[in-house]
């Protein structure tokens, strides 16, 4: 067999200009797919990364059944009160794979400097539990500040941040006062003062003009409750988020209490269209390079099998079978994809180092500052790539190669 | 015309050969019969065209009949599949080509090999009865050598040591002296004539070469696809002879 493959190797270097130039299309089609590959998985890991951890989202939300299709009509009817939340608390107690919990209520209402009011969403949460949730992040996102300004504080109930467009339409700067409106569960007008602690980027920008964020205790009251609309949990890990929901559904089932626990990546839809985005992006870039492999391949086969036809005929006469000769051109074609997946492998590094060293920065969509663009390393990609552009290779290689095997012994050795 | 006594090693009883060539029909062979047997020396020659190639590929299993039987060591070779065609090819039967046909990317070493490693025969003992056909046919100091580093004589031997390397009882020789100079030609026919005395390896091979139809003991005369005359070259010669006093 050794034999064989080191025919086939020497073959190979028959013609060096060809093989060299499918060896770098494999070599260059490989380190394509891979460096976007790379650029894909950091896009993914710094979207989620973002929506778990520097949005304090969280891996996992509860909520009650139905809030999400019918909370906005009726927001009172899906709220989580005191009672209920202490249940969620016993049972979120016995798992120690969590390691925050975060209870929230998202409010809407009017936002005023005084002068001109607008309408304001904004995401009541505990600031010292999304510090905490913060503090998790890994990476990019854990070394950026999405705000410019302080942290809001749990005891300091009129701090609140500002997405920047908001700010902006009520002329409205850090430590600028302000107040916010909204009705009460009872349907009552209330009112709170408000002073500026921080100005954000939103994470939509469709909403830009309108987001806040406040705490708990100032959503709380705005609202006149002491109910929340979700609860919000922390992981020790990404890999652990579907098994928790399932034990978590099942165990807040147990307790009686009707509420419907939800993943982060069903929730963020932000993160599934880029990420559904990206799929189609390196699937064209994919079918491209294969198109590549593929003609190259078949390209320097062919080429190979008309200038050897009467080795071909040969090797027949000596006795070689049919699956012999495919045999042969297989292990040729094989050791092109293997050779030009080494040479892959080489470069995807090189454009790794490359951009690892030059640290170049970029503005992603949707964050307004300059942050790092990175590549990563995706070590199961790159084991995909190779065994697929080999299978490519090899299956290119086939259509030829039976062609070849198929030839007629004495019309191969007449073969000029 | 036979050896008497020797076991019968080819026989073609009524072969035909018809070639198509888009609607047109080409008779190569027209009703052939004929018999070799074990360690004859054989030349088949005629005019271009006269079916002597294609009488030795189908002695060679290279073709199939159209028409008639082949035997081959007894067996009917007509009906075999591809694979068991070359399985008999490898284990019994060597082939000398005119343009000699080695392997370019391997030494002679390796190319006298190639036959026992097409049949599964380990590397070292492969090497060690390479080196031995190699010294047969004395080119045991090119063992190393490619084919391009080697003259055309040097080529041929090295296909005839790759032809016998696995013991054949048949080796079919296609015009084998038709690409050497004269020298060179000679020292080949003598080098094919020693090993069929030595070894009894049978030879057969087509040719035009006076020189080497000079050291046959049968001829086979082929013209339009038939046998026209078989014999051995003293009863050529005494024909001949008889032509010239008549």
């Not at chain 1, 390691?99 to 969403?121: D, E, M, R, Y």
């Not at chain 2, 039967?93 to 046909?101: A, E, K, L, T």
């Amino acid at each position: 067999m050794i034999s064989w493959l080191k025919l086939a190797l020497r073959n190979l270097f028959r013609n060096r200009r060809r093989s060299l130039f499918t060896i770098l299309a494999i070599g260059l089609g490989f380190a394509a797919v891979n460096t976007l590959g790379g650029f894909t998985a950091y896009i993914f890991t710094s979207l989620k990364d973002s929506y778990i951890y520097a949005q304090g989202n969280g891996h996992l939300s509860i909520f009650k059944a139905g809030f999400l299709q019918e909370g906005k009509l009726d927001p009172t009817r899906y709220l989580i009160d005191e009672d209920e939340m202490a249940l969620i608390h016993d049972v979120l107690a016995r798992h120690p794979e969590i390691l925050v919990t975060a209870p929230q209520l998202h409010i809407s209402g009017l936002l005023s400097n005084g002068k001109v009011s607008t309408i304001f969403l904004a995401a009541g949460r505990v600031p010292s539990a999304v510090s905490k949730i913060n503090r998790h992040a890994r990476g990019l996102v854990g070394k950026i500040q999405l705000f410019d300004g302080k942290p809001l504080e749990d005891d300091v109930m009129r701090g609140v941040g500002l997405s920047r467009g908001l700010a902006e339409q009520l002329k409205l700067g850090l430590d600028s006062d302000a107040v916010a409106m909204a009705p009460t569960v009872s349907g009552q007008i209330n009112a709170l003062d408000a002073q500026v602690f921080q100005l954000f980027d939103s994470p939509v920008e469709a909403l830009e003009d309108k987001l806040m964020s406040v705490s708990l205790k100032f959503a709380q009251s705005l609202y006149d409750t002491g109910s929340v609309d979700r609860v919000t949990v922390l992981l020790e890990s990404d890999e652990l988020t579907e098994t928790t929901r399932t034990r978590l559904a099942e165990e807040l089932a147990a307790e009686g209490l009707n509420l419907e626990v939800k993943t982060w990546n069903e929730l963020s839809t932000f993160y599934t269209k880029v990420k559904q985005m990206f799929d189609v992006i390196f699937l064209f870039t994919f079918l491209i390079v294969f198109t590549i492999v593929v003609m190259s391949v078949i390209n320097t086969v062919s080429m190979a099998i008309m200038e050897r036809t009467r080795e071909i005929g040969t090797l027949r006469a000596l006795g070689v079978k049919r699956r012999g000769i495919v045999g042969l051109f297989a292990a040729e074609s094989m050791l092109l994809g293997t050779l030009g997946s080494l040479l892959g492998m080489v470069l995807t590094v090189i454009t790794w180092s490359g951009v690892a060293l030059l640290k170049p920065t970029w503005i992603p969509p949707q964050i307004t500052r300059r942050v790092p663009l990175e590549v990563y390393l995706v070590p199961d990609y790159m084991l995909y790539s190779v065994l697929l552009l080999i299978v490519l290779s090899l299956v290119a290689a086939s259509l030829p190669a039976r062609a070849a095997a198929r030839m007629q012994i004495v019309g191969a050795l007449g073969h000029t | 015309m036979s050896r008497i006594g020797a076991p019968l090693l080819v026989e073609l009883r009524q072969v035909g050969k018809i070639y198509h060539l888009g609607e047109s029909r080409i008779t190569a062979l027209k009703g052939v019969n004929l018999s070799i047997q074990r360690g004859e020396f054989v030349a088949v020659w005629g005019p271009s065209g006269s079916g002597k190639s294609t009488l030795c590929n189908l002695i060679g299993l290279l073709d199939t009949c159209s028409s008639g039987t082949v035997h081959f060591e007894g067996q009917d070779v007509t009906a075999l599949s591809d694979d068991q065609r070359s399985e008999l090819r490898n284990r019994a039967i060597g082939f000398v080509f005119q343009s000699f046909n080695l392997i370019p990317v391997l030494s002679a070493l390796e190319n006298v090999m190639l036959p026992l490693q097409i049949a599964g025969v380990s590397a070292a003992r492969a090497k060690r009865a390479a080196r031995k056909r190699l010294a047969e046919v004395g080119l045991d100091d090119h063992a190393a050598h490619r084919p391009a580093k080697l003259s055309g004589g040097q080529q041929q031997r090295v296909a005839i040591a790759r032809a016998l390397v696995t013991d054949p009882a048949l080796v079919i020789a296609d015009e084998p002296t038709a690409n050497l100079d004269s020298e060179n030609a000679l020292r080949i026919t003598e080098l094919m004539r020693r090993l069929n005395s030595d070894n009894g390896t049978t030879f057969v091979f087509s040719t035009h070469d006076q020189r080497l139809l000079d050291r046959v003991e049968r001829q086979i005369l082929m013209r339009d696809g038939e046998i026209i005359d078989d014999r051995s070259p003293e009863q050529s010669a005494m024909r001949l002879d008889r032509s010239v006093r008549l």
